[in-house]
């Protein structure tokens, strides 16, 4: 393409009438120097833009072509400048923690006696002791009577378990219809209950000895004295409440004196008289006895002094294993 240059001159010459031949050869003329500034030109701008975009790398480009490998191109890589990094900011120095103050603890007052405690008077001193005797006791833990051991027994509890009355007068019917029952029943329903009331005892007594074998003997000395005491000094229970039996507890030494009193009694002399006479008559027989009538008694506690050792060596020594 012509520049604006060219362009201005192609108008000139066409204003003007010359001769044909000088006009085409002065127009060729005009377009190669035309053509030849354009690519001047045109070279001077690449190669200004080529200096300012490849100003930090330069690139060696290959002259011709040959049949061995294509040379590498050497690269320069500008120098990177080196920027210090700017100082960070100080941190502030902390203010220092204002200590607290150290309150002094107030001296606490001593506490102050009080009143001096009354002392117990000799009731208050007997129902804590009272309390004490009922809880080793074991009145509570002890089985109850169990089931029933006797004929009568047995047919009124078979007859009311189980029943609902209305009021005391229906209660009272109702036991007088069992008494007249139990009157009229044959020999050999009251066998059966006889053989019922002997196998309860015997239930009622393996009942028993496997609770007392299962609390520790010394527990159950402990217990038995008590009731002792409570029997003894305050009367408790009412009834004649019964010491615990265990075979493990070793038997009191008898005296020669209680096995000449058991031989009395067992004579039958003294049938029907009040104990605490015969106990009068029975002591001062003893003392008129001579020692040859006292010997066979002697003999006898002194065997049964032999037993109570035995047995106690072997309570001690199944206490301390257990």
């Known amino acids: 393409m012509?520049?604006?240059?060219?362009?201005?001159?192609v108008r000139r010459l066409t204003s003007k009438p010359v001769p044909t031949s000088f006009v085409l050869s002065r127009t060729v003329a005009?377009?190669?120097?035309?053509?030849?500034?354009?690519?001047?030109f045109a070279k001077s701008c690449a190669l200004r833009t080529f200096a300012t975009t490849s100003a930090g790398t330069q690139t060696e480009q290959p002259v011709g072509v040959g049949r061995g490998r294509p040379k590498k191109t050497a690269t320069t890589t500008p120098a990177t400048t080196s920027t210090k990094a700017s100082p960070k900011p100080k941190a502030k120095a902390a203010k220092p923690k204002k200590k607290k103050k150290v309150v002094a603890?107030?001296?606490?007052?001593?506490?102050?006696?009080?009143?001096?405690?009354k002392p117990l008077t000799q009731e208050q001193k007997d129902q804590l002791k009272l309390k004490e005797y009922k809880q080793k006791a074991l009145f509570q833990e002890e089985p109850r009577k169990g089931l029933p051991t006797q004929p009568w027994n047995l047919f009124l509890a078979e007859q009311l378990s189980g029943q609902k009355y209305d009021g005391a007068q229906d209660v009272k019917s109702r036991f007088t219809e069992v008494v007249a029952k139990f009157k009229a029943l044959s020999s050999s329903e009251l066998e059966q209950l006889r053989t019922t009331s002997e196998e309860n005892k015997l239930k009622n007594a393996a009942t028993y000895k496997a609770w007392v074998e299962s609390i520790p003997l010394a527990r159950i000395v402990e217990a038995n004295n008590a009731r002792t005491r409570l029997k003894s000094k305050f009367n408790y229970p009412k009834h004649n409440k019964m010491l615990i039996k265990d075979d493990r507890i070793v038997k009191r030494l008898l005296s020669s004196f209680t096995y000449f009193t058991k031989a009395r009694w067992a004579s039958g002399e003294f049938s029907g008289k009040v104990s605490s006479s015969v106990a009068k008559d029975l002591g001062a027989e003893w003392r008129s006895l001579s020692e040859a009538e006292k010997q066979p008694y002697i003999e006898l506690a002194r065997a049964d002094a032999n037993r109570y050792h035995r047995e106690m060596e072997a309570a001690n020594l199944q206490h301390h294993q257990n």
């Open 30 to 40: 005009e377009q190669n120097s035309l053509a030849s500034l354009a690519s001047s």
């Open 2 to 9: 012509l520049s604006s240059i060219g362009r201005a001159a």
């Open 105 to 117: 603890k107030k001296p606490t007052k001593p506490k102050s006696a009080g009143r001096p405690k």
